[in-house]
């Protein structure tokens, strides 16, 4: 991924200089492409441009428009081929205007606030002028925001689970030799995941995004911690230099050194993401007040314990469906991973850039298998260490699972000892629990584990 950028930037780069010297004083820019990304809070209208280009946006109210001024610009795209349905835009016009200049009208059903900057190319786009149409209405109208708790009818809570679908609207993440794209492949995998959670009593999910458009990586982590998030799971697909590296990782915050160099290139590529939010990432880390870093210290150690946790619950599962990229949770500088009190994961559920991961992760049936390993790690882990108040907590104390409450599969390397050590029991309780005759266990053998 990071040598295709490398050498379409080359590229542009050496015909931009052969092109620019004899001509820069004529040469204008073509406006070549149009989209329209329409979110929650915001509509995001992005014009292809061949290079940076000098522009101007302004509102005006009664009626509501928003005027796009660029200079020495030619439009090239046509702005009637655009669904603005979702959006505040009831209609764009655009007119030469001053000779070489270019005039953009968008007539909107109410007025907002405009914010405009220009993209660097990614994978997907070259140069791009972004502008962004914030309705501020839709914003105030939520807040303050109504925290998620959702009770069961005895009065306990769920767990909630945040799924986060990596990338989104301009955004597309890595793509795959035959042009999957990872912004769709995730999004369709969270759908799934979301819908297996909802499914078990005792647990909710929340999507950070539900449709193709980018929220920028400290917006995720805030959505965590709006729903009372118990988990934050970050769902994205690899993509390497190389075609051969394959397998599904997972990884946790770390605060120190990334443990591998690909989870350092990654933290890297999954971060650059970000610079596609305009406004910069809000750094946690530019507290000042000592006791306040030592606090938030203290939480983020816990929450990375629980998050090494939770990571190694999923891999076990995983384990048993794709091949693994690496058998240990791997640690990282995620910026999304950064909530200093809600255990976040990060799953790559393969390499997109591995032709044959490319088609499994295409496929709605593998899909499916991955996203089941992922819940049932994660239900692995919360029947183990319930959070306080929830059905999940009141079942196990009450010794009333639904049946599948602490379970175990057994992996390879595990005895029937380790896993009564494991689960504060002991190898004679759990041989009468589950009617074995003996202490030997077998890969995949499912163990039932009393409630202690
Ligand atoms: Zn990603």
């Not at 990432?281 to 629980?306: C, E, K, P, Q, Y």
């Not at 976040?344 to 393969?350: D, K, M, Y």
């Not at 599969?409 to 309780?429: C, H, K, W, Y």
Request: aromatic content about 6%; glycine content about 10%; hydrophobic content about 40%.
């Amino acid at each position: 991924m990071m040598a295709r950028i490398f050498s379409r930037w080359c590229l542009a780069g050496s015909v931009m200089l052969t092109l620019l010297f004899p001509i820069a004083a004529t040469a204008g820019v073509n406006v070549e492409g149009v989209r329209i990304w329409p979110a929650p809070d915001h509509t995001r209208l992005v014009l292809d441009v061949a290079n940076k280009v000098d522009h101007k946006v302004f509102a005006l109210s009664g009626p509501s428009r928003l005027v796009i001024d660029l200079e020495n610009t030619t439009l090239k795209a046509d702005f009637d081929k655009l669904d603005l349905s979702g959006s505040p835009v009831k209609r764009i016009r655009s007119a030469p205007r001053n000779g070489n200049d270019l005039r953009v009208v968008l007539d909107l059903k109410s007025d907002i606030k405009p914010r405009s900057f220009q993209l660097e190319p990614n994978q997907q786009y070259g140069h791009r002028l972004v502008v962004d149409l914030i309705d501020e209405g839709g914003l105030k109208a939520r807040k303050p925001s109504e925290p998620t708790v959702t009770e069961n009818a005895n009065g306990k809570r769920d767990i909630i689970v945040v799924v986060d679908a990596g990338h989104g609207g301009e955004d597309p993440g890595a793509i795959g030799p035959r042009g999957t794209r990872e912004k769709d492949v995730v999004l369709r995998m969270s759908k799934t995941l979301a819908e297996l959670i909802d499914a078990k009593p005792g647990y909710t999910a929340r999507l950070t995004r539900t449709g193709d458009y980018y929220i920028d990586l400290r917006s995720r982590t805030l959505l965590a911690r709006k729903h009372n998030a118990d988990l934050f799971v970050s769902v994205h697909a690899d993509a390497f230099r190389t075609p051969q590296p394959r397998g599904a990782s997972v990884f946790a915050l770390s605060q120190r050194g990334a443990t591998s160099e690909t989870a350092r290139w990654l933290a890297k590529t999954e971060n650059r993401s970000d610079l596609i939010g305009g406004a910069g990432g809000v750094s946690l880390d530019g507290r000042d007040d000592m006791l306040a870093g030592v606090l938030l210290d203290l939480s983020m150690t816990a929450s990375i314990n629980s998050s090494l946790g939770v990571g190694d619950s999923i891999l076990g599962r995983l384990g048993s469906v794709a091949k693994l990229h690496k058998k240990g949770v791997e640690q990282a500088a995620f910026a999304v991973l950064k909530s200093p009190d809600i255990p976040s994961v990060l799953v790559e559920a393969g390499f997109i850039s591995n032709p044959k991961e490319e088609q499994n992760l295409s496929s709605a049936w593998y899909r499916e298998k991955l996203s089941q390993a992922v819940f049932r790690g994660i239900d692995d882990y919360f029947q183990k260490t319930p959070p306080p108040g929830t059905l999940l907590a009141w079942q196990k104390q009450n010794g009333r699972g639904d049946g599948s409450v602490s379970q175990y599969r057994i992996r390879r390397g595990d005895t029937l000892s380790g896993v009564a050590r494991e689960n504060q029991t002991t190898v004679s309780e759990l041989m009468q629990y589950n009617g074995l005759n003996d202490d030997r266990v077998m890969v995949g053998q499912t163990i039932r584990i009393p409630a202690s």
